[in-house]
T-cell receptor, first 116, second 115 residues
Framework: AQKVTQAQTEISVVEKEDVTLDCVYE???????LFWYKQPPSGELVFLIR??????QNEISGRYSWNFQKSTSSFNFTITASQVVDSAVYFC?????????????FGTGTRLKVLA | DAGVTQSPTHLIKTRGQHVTLRCSPI?????VSWYQQVLGQGPQFIFQ???????GRGNFPDRFSARQFPNYSSELNVNALLLGDSALYLC??????????????FGEGSRLTVL
């Protein structure tokens, strides 16, 4: 069955520390997409990154970086030099299409608190 | 350009009542999906519509239904409300459907409280 696991429920760091959010997924499909979304207190989920199952190239975008490893079914997210504005709930998500039916599965989220 | 808009933002209902939530996607987006987010949990997929046709359905009872209109806006209907239906209902729009869509663009949600 498809599943996304975010084992870290809450992480607290001091500003300027680096922090990594873990995500492990399960799927039987060979073609799928992985995402990270950020949910600030306003409630609106904000897209951060998408990766497809054929692209294991890791990426750095400003203070954000992602580590996708199919061998361990992990898609981890790192914030470098964290800032108070990074405080939010971060969700990892898996998207796949099975027999023409779309499915999108979110993890339970990791609440990140960055302290000044 | 306006983002995804949802209405109402907050509402309170009692058990057994019916509710209709509305969503307007980003201009040019033809796909709308609905999610239920219970406090402290991740969003749970309810429905996806593309070009007015249902293209995906999550594990929700038949009390939940939705439709998409010719202008691509959408309604989510929930009948016979239960206390457990209290949640933030999120609407997301995207250009197309399926995994190739890329990112979803979310609205700020409709917070439903069932008493």
């Amino acid at each position: 069955a498809q599943k996304v696991t975010q084992a870290q429920t809450e992480i607290s760091v001091v500003e300027k520390e680096d922090v990594t959010l873990d995500c492990v997924y399960e799927t039987r499909d060979t073609t799928y997409y992985l995402f990270w979304y950020k949910q600030p207190p306003s409630g609106e989920l904000v897209f951060l990154i998408r990766r497809n199952s054929f692209d294991e190239q890791n990426e750095i975008s400003g203070r954000y970086s992602w580590n996708f490893q199919k061998s361990t079914s992990s898609f981890n997210f790192t914030i470098t030099a964290s800032q108070v504005v990074d405080s939010a709930v971060y969700f990892c998500a898996l998207s796949e299409v099975t027999s023409g039916t779309y499915k999108y599965i979110f993890g339970t989220g990791t609440r990140l608190k960055v302290l000044a | 350009d306006a983002g995804v808009t949802q209405s109402p933002t907050h509402l309170i209902k009692t058990r057994g009542q019916h509710v209709t939530l509305r969503c307007s996607p980003i201009s040019g987006h033809k796909s709308v999906s609905w999610y239920q987010q219970v406090l402290g949990q991740g969003p749970q997929f309810i429905f996806q519509y593309y070009e007015k046709e249902e293209r995906g359905r999550g594990n929700f009872p038949d009390r939940f239904s939705a439709r998409q209109f010719p202008n691509y806006s959408s309604e989510l209907n929930v009948n016979a409300l239960l206390l457990g239906d209290s949640a933030l209902y999120l609407c997301a729009s995207s250009l197309r459907t399926g995994a190739r869509t890329g990112e979803l663009f979310f609205g700020e949600g409709s917070r439903l409280t069932v008493l």
